[in-house]
């Protein structure tokens, strides 16, 4: 069983930046996706981001050109880095990881973008 835990969010001003982690307590190298969703009071969760085992990356049209996914199979860890944050952007974010059919979820860390 794979344990997956965020840290990194945090309260940040419009414009700035904040780096997620996602650390698991295995090995992820041959997980075949890494995610990143978010979830906004009163709305449904979002996908944010994924990264792939051949390290592609995909986005969402919301954040793109703003966010990087990346992944460091060696730390076992995941990353979000978000710039030019936005109110738009407050959220509790998760990460999620796949490996086949078999799916886990950290427990989330809250973003709040706010002056």
């Known amino acids: 069983q794979v344990q997956l835990v965020e840290s990194g969010g945090g309260l940040v001003q419009p414009g700035g930046s904040l780096r997620l982690s996602c650390a698991a307590s295995?090995?992820?190298?041959?997980?075949?996706?890494m995610r990143w969703h978010r979830q906004a009071p009163g709305k449904q969760r979002e996908l944010v981001a994924g990264i792939f085992r051949g390290g592609s990356a995909a986005y969402a049209d919301s954040v793109k050109g703003r966010f990087t996914i990346s992944r460091d199979n060696a730390k076992n860890l995941a990353y979000l880095q978000m710039n030019s944050l936005k109110p738009e952007d407050t959220a509790a974010y998760y990460c999620q990881a796949k490996l086949g059919v078999r799916e886990y979820w950290g427990q989330g860390t809250q973003v709040t973008v706010s002056s």
């Open positions: 295995g090995s992820i190298f041959n997980f075949d996706v």
